[in-house]
């Protein structure tokens, strides 16, 4: 049985042999491109070398606790946590399935499933990387832009960097939950990309803008909210590119939040868009020494236009010379 379904698909399988044999046949049938690992170990090692690879099948044998770490291994590894892993497994531990899914697996299947099943899994799980690499690749362009637009002016030139490693240590510190800290990473990168439809004479003035020139720079997280609310991957950022300019006291823009209605994430990212902005030097003035980039941030806190407790946080990771690692990072 041969799929009609053309789908490029790089396979990597590892473990018993005798296991694998009649998978790797099928799996050969379908004209698909497969490679062997000489040992479990191997595997990390070959996907590192080769990141093209789309599918991992381990054949579990009779050390399934092997079989259940290397797909830990796979999943926890930022170069390849997104590979699909399918475990193949012998009718004994047809009992364990949740600890392979618990492990990190995608999918888990035995050796004597009928062929047919065999290549619609593998399908699937391809299917799945495929669709995660199409939404990486939307993320990186969009990243791109966002960087690109800061490019046009050398006193904003590693802002979106800086900004992303600040909320990111803030969010750390608030422990604030995994999804949060991408949100914050992300977030802080294209925070400003809604830039893109502001004019260069307005966006480089060098002096203070007039009030008709504010109302069209105010315009930027509404332009950069729009340019990202129907890219699904970036649905958790959306609250911190539309409110990052949100201030707790109801003063801020575009919607005039205030109070428990302006989010956790949006005011991390303003502590820190704020943070940097008076740190570093502008076409007007230089950078402010930090123990007064401190001193008006704290005044800002008192009068609402910053969140007090986030800007505490931001504080003790100065006070602890902790800065410096942060934009090293950044850079």
Not at 29 to 42: F, I, P
Not at 106 to 117: G, N, Q, V
Not at 265 to 276: E, G, M, S, Y
Request: glycine share 8%; with cysteine.
């Amino acid at each position: 049985m041969k799929s009609e379904i053309l789908i490029p698909t790089r396979i990597l399988l590892a473990g018993e042999a005798a296991d694998l044999a009649r998978v790797l046949a099928i799996a050969r049938g379908q004209g698909w491109n497969c490679q062997r690992a000489d040992t479990l170990r191997d595997v990390l090692q070959r996907l590192r070398r080769h990141p093209t690879i789309d599918l991992v099948i381990v054949a579990a044998g009779e050390d399934l606790a092997a079989a259940l770490e290397l797909c830990r291994q796979i999943k926890l590894d930022e170069r390849t946590r997104f590979v699909s892993v399918i475990l193949l497994i012998g009718p004994e531990h047809a009992r364990r399935r949740a600890d392979a899914y618990e492990a990190g697996a995608d999918d888990c299947l035995t050796a004597i499933a009928p062929e047919r099943e065999i290549v619609i899994r593998i399908l699937k799980a391809v299917r799945l990387k495929h669709a995660t690499d199409s939404l990486e690749d939307s993320e990186s362009i969009i990243t791109a832009l966002a960087k690109a637009i800061e490019g046009k002016d050398e006193y904003t030139c590693g802002h979106v960097d800086r900004v992303s490693a600040y909320c990111v240590e803030i969010g750390r510190r608030l422990q604030v939950g995994q999804e949060a800290l991408a949100a914050l990473k992300t977030g802080g990168v294209v925070h400003d990309i809604g830039k893109i439809g502001i004019p260069d004479h307005i966006l480089n003035k060098p002096g203070k803008l007039s009030d008709g020139e504010m109302a069209v720079m105010r315009r930027h997280p509404l332009i950069g909210y729009d340019i990202l609310k129907n890219l699904r991957t970036f649905g958790p950022v959306l609250p911190i590119v539309r409110w990052h300019h949100e201030r707790p006291n109801g003063s801020g823009y575009p919607d005039g939040l205030e109070g428990e209605a302006l989010p956790l994430l949006p005011r991390i990212a303003a502590v820190a868009d704020v943070f940097d902005a008076l740190s570093t030097a502008r076409p007007y003035r230089g950078p402010f020494p930090l123990s007064q980039c401190l001193q008006i941030m704290r005044q800002s806190a008192a009068e609402g236009d910053l969140d007090g407790e986030v800007v505490q946080v931001l504080a003790q990771i100065i006070e602890e010379q902790s800065l410096a690692g942060l934009l090293a990072a950044a850079a």
